[in-house]
């Protein structure tokens, strides 16, 4: 048995477990009542198959091509031939993360028993995601309609033992021959099955779990950068406070809010300039209004993962084999649900990366960063100091906005016009993957410039928590000197970000933020 194992059942499967999956590598079986579920299914296609009256995708051709009556001497080739085609994905390998979200969530679709799938089949997909054989996806074939068809039919022809797979070590090899070491017998699709394994919202809905549970870290890990701005360009926490919050009672900023002010407790620079003869009135939108910014992209994925739960409860195929024991068509396969989430979140990230950016400018303009030496250089004029930082930034953000144009309106018929409005989803997916790697840098390079600010506010002290962070930085990048080759500096600075780690070295300080 597989060291770390998730059981799929007829239920949703949580993000937790499909983490767990996907990205930690944790094995998958099906539970008895899968079984049952399942076998109980299949039970109703079978009948059907018998049946002389056609029945669509059971016996007759799929999309515009349902009119077709297929004998029953050559179903078995019907639903070979489905696989085989739509297999068409193109360009460049899709991250084994995502290709093993989808397979798992293809699986427990299959596993509720409303698809008619044969239980035999069913373990080949469990089988293949303990092994760690991650079939072959490419970025480019799924519009997001009848589900993320090209995608999960690289996964069906993998199962099948054609097509290439990456192995647990990452090798690319013939699916046939990766099965044959792992003790796995390639699957002979029965009635409906290559359709049931094709048919689902399970690329964009897995990329949209991971990115939710990724957003939820680089937001916090936002207010920390935040809190290092304020406090080292001599801002104010007093606008920070609960009860001016609760005039506007967004939960996302009130977490937001109540992050900065445990961050910025204790700071030392903050109380050398809160006197009575401090001029300071009002800060920059970038500081002052952290908490709505980043408060709204907080309200955004806690949307997101609504929708999301909603759709690991579903039961996305068509047709689809109702609890009654009916076979009825229906629309469920449609992306639209999740990818307009999928988009609404790439805007939350451009806003969240774009407020960033210009509080690190702040930092670099001696007319705005309250007597900060130009750039942070050390020798201005000599040196240069974080001056391209802020150029990296700016053209990731520019990245940004252009990836938070939505994918969800732009809608291309096909299949001879019957699919003649999709969703775009896998693309919303993929660009929004796009944007958190994006985010996650800007971030970055802001934690990196407000490090090297606190350090040259000294003998003034920070607050204990972004000092915390500061020494954080420290550990992989030296202080305030001559300029020094900033790329890897900047790297150190994302990794830190990305594996959470400047996050905990805040929470060690302030305990569990929002």
């Known amino acids: 048995m597989h060291e770390n194992t998730v059981e799929v059942g007829t239920g949703p499967l949580t993000p937790a477990e499909i983490l767990a999956v996907a990205r930690g590598g944790a094995g998958v079986r099906l539970s008895a009542d899968a079984e049952s579920e399942m076998a109980a299914g299949r039970k109703v296609v079978e009948a059907l198959a018998d049946d002389v009256e056609p029945h669509y995708g059971i016996s007759t051709g799929f999309g515009a091509l349902a009119v077709r009556h297929i004998p029953v001497d050559r179903r078995a080739q019907l ?14 390998e899709v991250e084994r993360e995502v290709v093993r979200a989808l397979m798992l969530l293809r699986l427990s ?12 089949t069913a373990r080949v997909y469990a089988a293949m995601l303990t092994a760690g054989i991650s ?5 480019y074939g799924s519009l997001g309609c009848s589900g993320d068809l090209a995608p999960l039919a690289h996964c069906a022809l993998a199962a099948m033992g054609e097509g290439e797979v990456r192995d647990d070590s990452g090798v690319l090899r013939p699916a046939a021959d990766a099965l044959a070491a792992a003790g796995i017998e390639p699957v002979e699709l029965a009635e409906k099955e290559g359709l049931a394994l094709i048919n689902g919202t399970d690329g964009m809905l897995g990329m949209l779990v991971l990115a939710c549970h990724d957003l939820r870290a680089v937001l916090r890990t936002a207010d920390v950068a935040a809190a290092m701005s304020v406090e080292a360009l001599l801002g104010t926490d007093a606008v920070f406070a609960a009860d001016l919050q609760a005039l506007r009672p967004h939960p996302g900023q009130a977490d937001s809010a109540a992050n900065l002010r445990a961050l910025l407790s204790g700071s030392g620079i903050m109380a050398s300039h809160r006197t009575p003869d401090c001029t300071r009135v009002q800060d920059a939108y970038s500081l002052r209004c952290a908490p709505q ?21 579903a039961a996305v195929d068509n047709p689809v084999v109702t609890a ?36 690190t400018d702040r930092f670099l303009d001696v007319a705005r960063n309250h007597g900060l030496p130009p750039f942070l250089a050390d020798d201005p004029g000599v040196d240069s100091g974080h001056m391209i930082a802020q150029y990296t930034q700016a053209g990731i953000v520019s990245e940004l906005k252009r990836l938070a144009a939505p994918a969800s309106v732009d809608s291309i018929p096909s299949s001879a016009m019957q ?7 896998w693309a ?4 929004l993957r796009r944007a958190v790697d994006g985010l996650t840098r800007v971030v970055a390079i802001e934690l990196l410039t407000g490090a090297r600010a606190l350090d040259l506010r000294a003998p003034l002290a920070p607050a204990a928590a972004t000092a915390a962070v500061r020494d954080r930085v420290r550990a992989e990048v030296a202080g305030p000197g001559p300029d020094r080759w900033l790329a890897p500096e900047i790297e150190a600075a994302v990794r830190l970000v990305a594996s959470g780690e400047a996050l905990a070295a805040a929470e060690r300080v302030t305990g569990s933020l929002h």
């Open 324 to 359: 009654d024991g009916r076979v009825e068509s229906n629309g469920n396969f449609h992306g639209a649900p999740v990818a307009a989430v999928l988009d609404f979140l790439a805007i939350a990230v451009a806003d969240v990366a774009s407020m960033s950016e210009r509080r």
């Open 135 to 139: 079939p072959v996806v490419h970025e």
């Open 428 to 431: 919303a997916g993929r660009k």
């Open 79 to 92: 639903q070979r031939s489905l696989v085989r085609s739509h297999a068409a994905g193109n360009g460049p």
């Open 109 to 120: 679709t299959l596993a509720t028993g409303r698809t008619g799938v044969r239980p035999e």
């Open 293 to 313: 910014v980043h408060g709204a992209a907080r309200d955004t994925v806690v949307h997101a993962e609504t929708v999301a739960g909603r759709e690991l409860a």
């Open 419 to 425: 699919e003649d409005h999709v969703s775009m989803g």
